[in-house]
């Protein structure tokens, strides 16, 4: 008598599961694009709309820049993080120091540990990424997380100071700067207005900064 392979249950929104197990469905449907575990919740996201799809990518294009004029810092998209036993969730960017930062690069190819800057895109300030994933990612320790509501026209970019998180403010112009990666500074206006030419206008300005370049040999020391 032969034994039966036991079938592995599909994810489903609101499952309450280990992170083990969470792991295994999710890898056992290769046409899922995205789900995350909070706190031992199973989140799936729902088809991705242009509301959605292009702030994202305004998001990496002024990221993609950053990275591309500071060695030593990784940028992910999209990437799954294994922050705890009870959450993995799948952040749309984050950015993280790659020699002595918080996270690491596991044996299977996971972001293992908080990476310093996790920026996501919400719809509005009902969604979790601005409740259920701020208490997450606060209580283990990102340094900056940066919450984009589409609908609301509100971009928070907060920081973690004595555990807890303060939103940074932005100056006269509209400029908020990175306290953990010097020369991150993002206009929060031209972001909203789609004004991309002066979003990396004020980034160059961040990259042009003294600070910058310091942080580029500390990176590379």
Do not use: C
């Not at 999710?26 to 909070?38: F, G, R, S, V, W």
């Not at 895109?121 to 990612?137: F, G, M, N, P, T």
């Amino acid at each position: 008598m032969t034994g039966i392979i036991p079938k592995i249950l599909p994810l489903e929104n609101g499952d309450r599961i280990t992170r083990a197990e969470f792991e295994r469905r999710y890898d056992a449907m290769p046409k899922l694009k995205k789900a995350e575990l909070i706190e031992g919740v199973v989140y799936m996201g729902s088809p991705v709309r242009v509301i959605h799809g292009t702030p994202h990518a305004y998001i990496i294009g002024w990221l993609f820049a950053y990275r591309a004029a500071t060695p030593g810092v990784a940028l992910a998209d999209n990437t799954t993080v294994r922050l705890d036993p009870d959450n993995e969730p799948q952040p749309d960017a984050l950015l993280r120091i790659e020699v002595g930062g918080q996270s690491t690069i596991s044996e299977d190819s996971y972001v293992e540990g908080a990476p310093e800057f996790i920026a996501e895109i919400a719809a509005s300030s009902a969604s979790y990424d601005l409740r259920e994933k701020l208490r997450v990612y606060r209580r283990n320790r990102v340094q900056e997380y940066l919450i984009w509501q589409v609908y609301n026209q509100r971009i928070d970019w907060f920081r973690l100071r004595e555990g807890e998180y303060v939103a940074l403010s932005t100056d006269e112009a509209g400029i908020i700067r990175s306290e953990v990666f010097p020369g991150l500074w993002l206009s929060v206006p031209a972001l909203i207005a789609g004004n991309l030419v002066e979003v990396q206008s004020v980034l160059q300005m961040g990259l042009a900064t003294p600070e910058h370049q310091a942080f580029v040999e500390q990176m590379n020391g």
